[in-house]
């Protein structure tokens, strides 16, 4: 199963205690929430090429059970996102073997001016998320985990960067979050920076 898609999606940090806040609110409306577990490991080559060019290439494992292979390209109306579904056999090459599989993913890989057995797994990211349906948007709220840090953001994903954008701002008034745009890095770029720097 493959797919491209646009995303429109904005986010923000939370602190520790505004996440707790937005967990409990929800969990008193619905004390059986489910919460996903998403591990992420990002790839690139060792000259950051993808980072620094706003494409992220992401192999995320959800639950422990499904695996989704994806490229994501920020683009000025959303992001472009490029992926694959995995099998059990494939998902283990790629974080134990950096063996990137065929499929649509790889074949835009391909197009790019850089050598493809060049990248690697240089980073991972674990998030727990709680996902809330509402009629025509998705509100996210993350706990992610890398390296040493641990640190918690929303996010809001709809059919137009508007309502994201709307959206976002009534969550924030709700739970009463300062709304700072220049505050927020993205997940791959904040385990990137975490890894580089550790090592």
Request: hydrophobic residues 30%; charged residues 30%; proline residues 2%.
């Amino acid at each position: 199963m493959s797919n491209t898609t646009t995303e429109f999606e904005e986010r923000i940090m939370i602190d520790e205690n505004q996440y707790r806040e937005i967990v409990n609110f929800y969990s008193e409306k619905n004390p059986h929430l489910n919460f996903i577990k998403n591990q992420n490991f990002y790839f690139d080559n060792e000259k950051c090429y993808l980072t620094n060019h706003h494409i992220t290439l992401r192999a995320r494992i959800v639950d422990e059970i499904e695996c989704e292979f994806t490229c994501k390209i920020k683009e000025e109306k959303g992001d472009r996102e490029i992926s694959d579904t995995l099998n059990a056999e494939k998902k283990q090459l790629l974080p134990d073997k950096n063996i990137l599989p065929d499929g649509h993913v790889k074949n835009f890989l391909d197009t790019l001016d850089q050598d493809i057995t060049g990248y690697k797994k240089i980073a991972s990211l674990t998030t727990i998320r709680l996902e809330i349906n509402e009629n025509d948007h998705l509100f996210v709220v993350d706990k992610n985990s890398y390296g040493q840090s641990i640190d918690y953001n929303i996010e809001v994903e709809s059919s137009s960067v508007f309502k994201a954008q709307k959206y976002l701002k009534k969550y924030c008034k709700q739970f009463k979050i300062e709304i700072n745009k220049n505050q927020y890095i993205g997940k791959a770029r904040r385990a990137i920076k975490a890894s580089i720097e550790k090592n």
